[in-house]
């Protein structure tokens, strides 16, 4: 598990001046692991610019190169004051009058590498035009960054040419990496790291903020979606859920894209981005622990129902790969007969979310640590879901995770949530304090 400074920063107080360094050795000093730190690795100048003109030229190999005149602002980041920068590129996605990022000579990527003006099919290039793998954002290298798709229309509207792009996409934003130990499941998350930095410093109060308080979670009712916990074959008595929470939200863009703070942060812990749907549940399992699932609602019948498997079943995963059940799994059903899911392990794509979904289930569960554990290593499958639930996973935050789910998708992709709460179940007690 990953803990990106200022993503740690928002959830507790940080030592004044405290680098990556420094958090990493408060948290050896509570008993966790350093294994890495990265980020923070890049120097400017990196600014934001506004392309003038672009001159394509299709080369003997047959790949066309693009000679873009670029404005990058004032704040001596010119190369020759009162000029526009002539920077060579050959991604083809961008169009005269989009903002972009430039990294400028005197400038140093991730991993070292230096920018400096040089010729390149023939003519001077002064920086580059940058896509996400060279920032190290992400793993994207199918064209340039365009900052009105990537930050949004309305954040990028209020930018000019020469602003620091350092500071605007996070890109020094040291991240500490950390081996979590089976007995520390709750550091699977960015609160879990928070509360133990927060106790490295001597708990001060205030020092730590909860985000699993989240406000306005609405209580349980009678017109929610329905689900049925029925296990028959309990493993030691341990009933392989006991809680369900299930929220509904109608009418999610399809085509809205995640924000670009989101999938900074699933790319920080390692993840890559896929869609709103799919980034707004891994990043709510990041931030709080809880993995949640979601489910394309006009594929269900009407009703959820939670059971073991029976022999000879089959579910053919999001990994698509058939696999033979055994009466141990636990199922997500739609009314009890069709798989749709591993219980705390992985979707099936019976189910699946799509590029064309609109209405959305989201699953906020609590499996059994010891039903999870074994169906993931029956079939050898191991999920960032099933690290968290067989390490255990708190399950007072389920309607929590749930509802910042739902806010999360009616904000950035429009649609409108349900009045209807489903919350089946009761986990058990939170043990007394010794």
Request: charged fraction near 20%.
């Amino acid at each position: 598990m990953r803990a990106p400074l200022r993503w740690l920063g928002e959830y507790t107080d940080l030592a004044p001046g405290a680098t990556g360094r420094d958090v990493a050795e408060a948290f050896v000093s509570v008993g966790l692991e350093e294994e890495a730190i990265h980020g923070g690795g890049l120097s400017g100048p990196v600014v934001v610019g506004r392309v003038l003109e672009i001159e394509e030229q299709v080369q003997k190999n047959g790949k066309t190169i693009r000679f873009c005149l670029v404005d990058v602002g004032e704040h001596g980041q010119r190369l020759t004051e009162g000029t526009a920068q002539h920077i060579v590129c050959g991604a083809t996605n961008f169009l005269v009058g989009d903002l972009v990022v430039v990294v400028l000579p005197g400038a140093v990527l991730p991993g070292g590498m230096a920018i400096s003006a040089r010729k390149t099919y023939g003519r001077i290039s002064n920086g580059m035009i940058c896509a996400e793998d060279e920032l190290g954002l992400g793993e994207d290298h199918s064209g340039i960054i365009v900052l009105s798709s990537y930050l949004g229309a309305a954040a990028a509207a209020s930018l000019e040419p020469g602003d620091d792009a350092i500071a605007l996409l996070g890109l020094d934003d040291e991240v500490v990496d950390l081996n979590v130990t089976p007995d520390r499941g709750y550091c699977f998350s960015v609160r879990g790291l928070a509360r133990e930095y927060w106790h490295s410093q001597g708990s001060p109060p205030g020092g730590y903020r909860d985000p699993a308080l989240v406000p306005g979670v609405p209580e349980r009712n009678d017109g929610g979606y329905a689900v049925r916990l029925l296990d028959e074959a309990p493993i030691d008595g341990r009933a392989g859920c006991d809680r369900y929470v299930a929220r509904i939200v109608r009418g999610v863009d399809p085509t809205a894209p995640s924000p670009a703070w989101l999938r900074r942060r699933i790319t920080q812990q390692g993840m890559r981005p896929i869609s709103l749907a799919v980034d707004v549940t891994n990043y709510v399992m990041l931030a709080l622990g809880q993995p949640l699932h979601a489910f394309d609602l006009d594929r269900l019948s009407g009703s959820i129902v939670v059971r073991r498997a029976h022999a000879g079943e089959t579910l053919t995963t999001l990994d698509d790969v058939v696999r033979t059940l055994d009466p141990q799994d636990l199922l997500i059903t739609d009314g009890g007969a069709l798989p749709l899911a591993l219980a705390g392990v992985m979707g099936g794509e019976t189910s699946e979310v799509t590029p064309t979904t609109t209405n959305v289930l989201i699953e906020s569960a609590h499996f059994d640590p010891v039903t999870v554990a074994r169906t993931s290593r029956r079939h050898r499958l191991v999920s960032e879901a099933s690290k968290r639930y067989e390490r255990g996973v708190d399950p007072q935050v389920s309607a929590a995770a749930a509802h910042l789910a739902v806010s999360l998708l009616v904000e950035y992709g429009g649609g409108t949530p349900d009045p209807g709460v489903t919350d089946v179940g009761e986990p058990p007690a939170r043990p007394a304090s010794e």
